[in-house]
């Protein structure tokens, strides 16, 4: 068959590696598993195929444009830094290009099966090349000057030759090694962890499964055709009914897998990791040690591990101690390693609820007046009860208005956004929901009432997304409210999730499941939340502009389009002329506020970084780098607690938490919304 040829092919191109070792490795190529595919593949690969084809919102063709579009992700997802594969892996390969469209929808999988077994030995060549570089008694320069390590390879051709390869894995290597240095560790422990996590890497390519490499392919598929669609295997589609159910006892963060590190994808509202204050989407968990104190056991090198070994480790008895090393997503590749530690908890509906706070304005023209803050981490079942109450609560405080903080809000039920919206407006349409057939339903709020009809605020932030967007977009539609913050995320589509098994299989392995999109959201107006978002009418500050972050950044995101609009009548009228004061006059107050001086000093040093595809491998540079930053934190606190007529610490470890957690958007938030409600007076005196 021709797929022997290929698979003889590909295996002929594994290159000779050294045979002297420092730190020998514990494995040979002879242990690598032959991966073939199983018996339920060929009949899950049809099943997926069919309902991304006949029940996809794009209503997509599998045919050789898409063929190609996947064969380069399958290539992507196999080694997205081009560390591994040589150009002439993917060269051979290249015939088949056209090919994975049969593929799929035969279940037939070989050549791609040949092609995942090429990429095993590339990466045990790599890693063992990667031991021979490790020497007990050479420490490693760290001083050359101008020494880079290009971390961001994207862009980057792939490495002809195996001497490229090599040198890409020197720099690959030095990284590691000085990343530990960084953290205090000395040359020979340098040598005995990066030793660790280079054979365990070994270890866990001589256990590759065949359900990995039909992962692989299938969310190479799935992320072909839209972002949000996407297969699950056996035991991730079981995670994903039991985070659903909130069953499981760990840190309450959705993990995913992205090359060789473990990414925080999103943090449950309210559980333990969000608790924290210290853990953010995007973030990168490198290791994980368990326990604290007398109890405290070592970390364990996470680098390259399988997710399901890594959640193993994570998750754990209710009020354990795990410790997560990070790398902070806001400090690029060339930050040093933070130690978070979490206590694991069951994830409990309290935890996720809304929270109330009245907050009275301390100083300046309306120092003495109250306002109501209500965050909401997440859209649960019950929060618009849960609201009200809040609501009712604060009446009794004699509050000038109302601020909705749906900052780092993901989203959750429609439903909810729905009801939450009622409270705020009479009647009428709400959200429309359009499906791939052109099918549009309207949800309205009916019951004719409204419950609060004081001055209303809602901040959003990067992160508000789905149901969110729907309330935010609402209250900016009907005028109801004024939208404070920066542009939200766009995510405007609706998800289905559909289990593969059927009732009559009788498979020796369980089927995944799949998840896929099936509908768009349509604010009232006519326009989609997806892919713009919703911007906000004041707009605060922000490290990133819209088109950098969310939903337009992902690859084959759904285009933003619009439909006709719904029947409804505005509730008030806020012109462009008191939108335009209310900015003037928040950009006024910001020039001179302490707080979005260091925001501005952040966003300024941000964006000279963000472009920037290497860091330094020299360990003063990097030192002085780190330095930097801790006393710029050190600084930044002693400069609030001189303004609070506080003495000064020494160390940021001796700062009181409330000059660490500071909110300044909140604060001015707060003022926007006073500059709003003395609007006229406010304009008599401009």
């Not at 609820?353 to 859209?379: H, R």
């Not at 609201?387 to 601020?403: P, R, T, Y």
């Amino acid at each position: 068959m021709k797929h022997l040829a290929v698979r003889s092919y590909l295996l002929a191109l594994a290159v000779a590696v050294p045979t002297a070792y420092a730190i020998p490795p514990k494995h040979s190529v002879d242990e690598l598993p032959e991966l073939e595919q199983e018996s339920q593949h060929d009949t899950a690969s049809e099943r997926i195929t069919s309902y991304f084809t006949r029940y996809h919102y794009s209503g997509m063709t599998l045919d050789n444009e898409l063929s190609e579009q996947i064969y380069d992700r399958y290539f992507e997802m196999l080694d997205y830094s081009k560390m591994f594969l040589l150009k002439e892996d993917v060269e051979s390969a290249s015939e088949y290009q056209h090919l994975f469209d049969d593929m799929l929808k035969s279940g037939e999988l070989d050549v791609a099966y040949d092609i995942y077994q090429n990429s095993l030995e590339r990466r045990f060549d790599r890693y063992t090349y990667a031991l021979s570089l490790l020497d007990d008694e050479k420490p490693m320069d760290f001083s050359v000057e101008g020494d880079k390590y290009y971390y961001d390879r994207e862009d980057a051709e792939w490495a002809t030759t195996e001497k490229e390869l090599n040198d890409l894995w020197q720099s690959r290597v030095k990284y590691d090694a000085l990343n530990l240095k960084l953290a205090g560790k000395e040359w020979p422990e340098i040598v005995e962890t990066l030793g660790k996590r280079y054979n365990s890497a070994l270890n866990r390519l001589t256990k590759s499964k065949s359900e990995d490499v039909f992962q692989t392919l299938m969310n190479a598929f799935a992320r072909s055709v839209e972002p949000h669609t996407s297969y699950l295997s056996p035991s991730n589609s079981e995670r994903f009914k039991q985070n659903m159910n909130l069953e499981l006892e760990g840190i309450g963060a959705v993990l995913q897998s992205e090359y060789d590190y473990t990414v925080i994808r999103s943090l449950v509202p309210g559980g333990p990791a969000d608790k924290t204050g210290k853990l953010s989407p995007e973030d990168k968990i490198i290791a994980v040690g368990q326990g604290e104190g007398e109890d405290k056991e070592e970390f364990v090198d996470i680098i390259g591990m399988r997710l399901d070994d890594v959640v193993e480790l994570i998750k754990g008895p209710k009020g354990t101690t795990v410790r997560l090393q990070v790398l902070k997503a806001s400090q690029g590749a060339g930050g040093t390693p933070n130690v978070v530690k979490v206590t694991r908890d069951k994830v409990k509906l309290e935890d996720r609820a809304a929270k109330a706070e009245v907050k009275t304005i301390e100083e300046g023209i309306y120092e003495g007046q109250k306002m109501g803050v209500i965050e909401i981490p997440g859209f649960y079942n019950n929060l618009t009860a849960d609201v009200k109450k809040l609501i009712n609560d604060m009446q009794s405080e004699d509050v000038e208005g109302l601020i909705i903080d749906l900052r780092g809000n993901g989203g959750g039920a429609l439903t909810e956004a729905i009801g939450l919206t009622g409270l705020f407006i009479d009647k009428g349409p709400v959200v429309q929901v359009s499906d791939g057939r052109g099918r549009v339903d309207v949800s309205e709020d009916k019951d004719g009432k409204v419950f609060y009809s004081g001055p209303l605020f809602v901040m959003v932030d990067r992160y508000s997304a789905s149901a969110s967007e729907i309330f935010a977009a609402a209250m900016q539609d009907y005028e109801r409210a004024l939208i404070l913050g920066e542009n939200t995320f766009g995510k405007g589509t609706v998800q289905q999730h559909r289990g593969l098994a059927r009732r009559f299989d009788f498979f020796d392995e369980p089927l995944g499941s799949v998840q896929y999109t099936i509908a768009k959201f349509y604010r009232i107006d006519g326009g989609s939340t997806q892919l713009k978002g919703v911007q906000p009418d004041i707009v605060f500050p922000s490290f990133v502009e819209a088109s950098e972050w969310g939903e337009s950044k992902e690859d084959n995101a759904l285009p933003w389009d619009k439909i006709k609009k719904t029947d409804f009548k505005p509730v008030n009228r806020v012109g462009d002329s008191e939108i335009e004061l209310l900015q003037t006059r928040l950009n006024k107050r910001i020039e001179s506020e302490p707080e979005f001086k260091f925001i501005f000093e952040d966003i300024e040093r941000y964006r000279l970084e963000k472009d920037k595809t290497w860091v330094s491998l020299e360990a003063e540079e990097r030192k002085n780098k780190e330095d930097e930053q801790k006393n710029r934190q050190l600084e930044r606190v002693n400069a609030r607690l001189k303004r609070a007529g506080k003495e000064p610490v020494e160390s940021i470890d001796d700062a009181p938490e409330e000059m660490t957690e500071v909110d300044p958007y909140l604060e001015q938030a707060l003022l926007v919304a006073m500059d709003f409600i003395h609007g006229e007076e406010l304009a008599a005196n401009n």
